[in-house]
């Protein structure tokens, strides 16, 4: 099947992304694996004229705001993000009414239809630069209440935190890390921003899922606890086979992540099943956001 995709690959002169979360196959068979922000750069930067996106639907359609004229496919178009669908345009124009003029950070999670009314976007990787860029005492951070409350722990501007969360993330609790940390005294704890603040104040490291593969790697340390989705034990044990890797929890896996099978993708390439459009009403603001963040990157 793998050999099949890169056939396929080759004749649609397409590119295959895959999120670091995504089932192992999928990594192997990608052109490249990454976090958000990489995957976004290089969604923005290919030439190719097919993107087929193994990920989620606002990663999707992240890529069809900086590539409209590409045919952006995702395989499995019912994999989906829970915390990108707690928050709407109308939700947050209200919100703005209330807490009055502001700029709003909105982290890449989201709907396009939420980027488009928001100041700039931000991924785990960049949300403290991000956040210093913007000449403003006050902010409104969305959809990701965590995100929000790690980075008004890290800038003394005042932070307004959407209640969004990523239910994976959230449900990590302390006592988990506790038991984790018990077990494996000698190890470095990484934790992922969207995990809740008494997680990651445990934390050695807070860092976005590519992030904590560069830190493994050059870490002088030899075995880590990993606070985020499952899927990334893959990358990390890869890229370090020589070290160890232990989940903070068994429960963190996204099952919107792991929709995404071999079959899926040799179909969307077939029948160009699963195409991803964002309108240019709602693409052209969205992308002045995006585009401010990958000006920032961080
Ligand atoms: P990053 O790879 O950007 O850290 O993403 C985390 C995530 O939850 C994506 O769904
Ligand atoms: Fe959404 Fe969380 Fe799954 Fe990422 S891990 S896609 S934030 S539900």
């Known amino acids: 099947m793998k050999e099949k995709i890169r ?27 990454g976090d958000s922000l990489e995957l976004s750069i290089k969604a923005s930067e290919t030439d190719a004229a097919v993107i087929v996106f193994c990920g989620v639907h606002f990663m999707a359609e992240t890529a069809s705001i900086l590539s409209p004229e590409k045919t952006v496919l995702l395989p499995r ?19 703005l009414a209330e807490l ?11 709907p396009a239809s939420v980027k488009a009314i928001s100041t700039v976007c931000c991924t785990s990787a960049n949300v403290l630069a991000v956040v210093s860029s913007l000449d403003a005492p006050e902010i409104l951070m969305t959809p990701d209440r965590n995100l929000a409350r790690y980075a008004a722990s890290q800038t003394p501007k005042t932070i307004h935190a959407w209640e969004g969360y990523c239910p ?27 995990c809740r603040k008494a997680v990651l104040d445990m934390a050695d490291a ?48 996204c099952p919107d992540m792991k929709k995404i099978r071999l079959e899926d993708v040799i ?6 099943e699963g195409q991803v459009k964002v309108p240019e009403s709602v693409r052209v603001p969205a992308l002045e956001a995006v585009r401010r963040m990958i000006g920032i990157a961080g």
């Open 168 to 194: 994976i993330h959230d449900r990590l609790t302390p006592e988990d890390v506790k038991a984790a940390r018990n077990a494996h005294p000698d190890a470095v704890f990484m934790a992922h921003p969207e």
């Open 77 to 95: 178009p019912d994999a989906g993000c829970p915390m990108a669908d707690m928050i709407t345009p109308e939700a947050l124009l209200s919100k």
């Open 267 to 272: 179909r969307s390439l077939e029948t160009l």
């Open 100 to 110: 009055g003029p502001m700029p709003v950070v909105t982290y890449v999670n989201s």
């Open 7 to 33: 056939r396929l690959l080759k004749e649609r002169r397409a590119i295959l992304l895959a999120h670091n979360y995504q089932p192992p196959e999928i990594q192997e068979v990608a052109d490249l694996c």
């Open 206 to 253: 807070v860092l976005s899922t590519s992030g904590m593969i560069r830190f493994a790697k050059t870490s002088p340390h030899l075995s880590f606890i990993v606070g985020t989705e499952m899927g990334l034990m893959h990358a990390l044990q890869k890229t370090c086979p020589d070290k160890a890797f232990y989940p903070a929890s068994a429960s963190m896996i």
